[in-house]
């Protein structure tokens, strides 16, 4: 699935998706499969929300490849692709490799550069991917 605009002065899931495609996500991935009745009515427990803005969210959703949807008689039922772990590692590859292809180098170093303040199993882990791509080039 990709994702067309990462948003990088947003946090969170809003680098993906708009705010309320973030929240609905969110409860989905929490709740697995719902209607889109069940996921209005949760989101409005913060502040109002109009059941026909949420299903054609949803329905973007869907034709975007990140829902999945089905009906159960008249009922239409909708759930994620992918867990929100599957998610977040598929696009942060992405990303990364994009970025890459774009920057090269420079986006190692600067990565590098970020990991003075990283915790010491972070670091172990690094040092260990790094000896083992050593190993598949000899």
Do not use: C
Request: charged share 30%; hydrophobic share 40%.
């Amino acid at each position: 699935m990709n994702i067309k605009n990462f948003k990088y002065d947003e946090v969170g899931l809003n680098r993906f998706f708009g705010p309320l495609e973030a929240s609905i996500m969110e409860y989905l991935w929490d709740k697995n499969e719902q209607s889109i009745k069940a996921v209005q009515q949760s989101l409005e427990l913060d502040k109002p929300i109009n059941f026909n803005t949420v299903m054609t969210v949803m329905n973007r959703l869907v034709e975007k490849g990140i829902l999945e949807k089905r009906s159960e008689g008249r009922l239409s039922l909708f759930r994620p692709v992918q867990s929100k772990a599957e998610f977040l590692e598929e696009q942060s590859k992405k990303l990364t490799e994009n970025l890459l292809d774009e920057f090269g180098g420079a986006v190692i170093s600067h990565m590098l550069d970020a990991m003075k303040d990283a915790d010491q199993a972070l670091i172990e882990k690094l040092e260990q991917k790094i000896q083992s791509l050593k190993k598949d080039k000899l």
